[in-house]
């Protein structure tokens, strides 16, 4: 992703010069592209970054397909309407380029996307550097088996898959043959079958000729970002989730507590206009009260304003589906815009909440959900976030499978989370701006 990430900055300054020479032909020199070079050099960051929301530098979605050159057309198409509101809103440029502005847009998006297409062939029909040979069977051996065939941009290649019953027959060398034979150069292995002694000998020999060996569970989460709940055990998580204690959990604390006074503050306007809104077009408080449960399992009750009925839950509590009768047309709006969210500024204050974690949910699913979803207790033992690892990466929960699928990344954000992870997550939560998960 670094070479294509230096392509997409060598394209913007390609254009930037061809603009110029195209706009200004003999008199462009040193001065003029100086004066250019500052201001746009801020917009390019801008830029890149609304890729990175979009998803531009994903490399599972990589590929010469109709959705993604529709990401890239409205990425682009956001850039544009940034760039000129910043350049004639914003008196600090210096500059207020029309003609240049125009020219630069129409050949940024002509390399631009001669420059993705060019990628995506090669990322797509380039030998791959990691030859596969997968050992076990399963969901989720077919499931990087299909990742593998339908993205060849990820640089990998399943070049033999054998079953987990090959330690009964197996031989000295009989991997080290296979591999010969097949060009493997990393072995991905069924997690209980490491604890088979002849076999380990084998995969031991193998790391000395420089082959890899990973575990199906470890290759998995690096290709789904997320962790198989088939293939995990209590021995998994006591040997990657058992320690809690992280470095940068009291920092968070206070990074988060002075970012929620500022916005909470900042945003109070936009939050009592929003108040009256609620409050005059349906009966009801404007602010909707629920009490949810969060860090340990602790019970706290969580702020929104409200966006349903004021009687929406007299059957009891129940999920809300996508086209849910019980919702007001207000309500419709601010879900869509995930501005119902904003008093939940108040429990970040109050310590409730993180801005980043898994999403809160109520006691009563609670309750039930540990009982059908396996290892759903690991996701309580962080704090709750507004957005999270698992919200921007699969659809609002429906139904218990959505919940076992969302909280595969639930407990991939418990083991991995980190600074870098937060910050990346509150950028692409900006990305279902631009495609919705799935």
Request: a positive charge; aromatic letters at 12%; charged letters at 20%.
């Amino acid at each position: 992703m670094f070479l294509l990430l230096i392509g997409d900055i060598a394209t913007l300054y390609i254009s930037l010069v061809a603009t110029l020479l195209i706009r200004h032909g003999a008199a462009f020199g040193p001065e003029l592209y100086d004066r250019h070079l500052a201001p746009f050099s801020i917009i390019f960051a801008l830029w890149i970054l609304v890729f990175y929301t979009a998803g531009l530098y994903d490399i599972r979605r990589l590929r010469n397909s109709l959705e993604f050159f529709k990401t890239l057309s409205l990425a682009l198409a956001t850039n544009a309407l940034l760039t000129v509101t910043l350049f004639y809103l914003v008196p600090f440029f210096g500059i207020a380029p029309k003609t240049n502005l125009f020219i630069f847009l129409g050949i940024f998006t002509v390399l631009e996307v001669t420059w993705r297409r060019f990628w995506n062939l090669y990322a797509a029909k380039g030998e791959a550097p990691n030859k596969v040979v997968l050992i076990g069977e399963g969901q989720s051996a077919r499931e990087i088996e299909e990742i593998i065939s339908h993205n060849p941009q990820l640089g990998y290649s399943l070049v033999k898959h054998l079953p987990p019953t090959l330690p009964t027959g197996v031989t000295p060398g009989f991997l080290r043959e296979s591999l010969a034979a097949s060009g493997g150069n990393l072995v991905v292995i069924d997690r209980k079958l490491k604890s088979i002694p002849t076999l380990n000998r084998e995969l031991y020999a193998l790391l000395r000729t420089g082959v890899e060996v990973k575990d199906i569970p470890s290759f998995y989460e690096s290709l789904f970002k997320k962790v198989p709940l088939q293939e995990i055990e209590e021995g998994w998580i006591l040997e990657n989730i058992a320690d809690q204690t992280r470095f940068y959990d009291p920092l968070k604390r206070g990074f988060e507590f002075c970012a929620a006074l500022f916005l909470f503050i900042a945003l109070l306007p936009l939050e009592i206009l929003l108040g009256l809104l609620v409050i005059l077009t349906s009966r009801g408080p404007a602010i909707y009260k629920q009490v949810r449960v969060g860090k340990y399992g602790e019970e706290f009750t969580l702020y929104k304003f409200r966006t349903m009925r004021r009687d929406a839950e007299r059957h009891g509590p129940q999920w809300s589906g996508p086209q849910d009768a019980r919702v007001t047309l207000v309500g419709k709006i601010l879900r869509h815009t995930h501005l119902d969210e904003l008093p939940q500024l108040w429990n970040i204050l109050r310590g409730d909440l993180s801005f980043v974690g898994p999403r809160p949910e109520r006691p009563e699913f609670v309750r039930d959900l540990k009982e059908k979803v396996a290892y759903y207790e690991i996701r309580l033992l962080v704090k709750p976030g507004v957005t999270g690892w698992a919200q921007i990466n699969y659809r609002s929960d429906i139904t218990t499978e959505d919940v076992a699928e969302k909280i595969k990344y639930d407990i991939y954000y418990v083991k991995n989370r980190s600074p870098i992870l937060d910050i990346a997550i509150v950028f692409r939560t900006l990305k279902t701006l631009f495609v919705t998960p799935k």
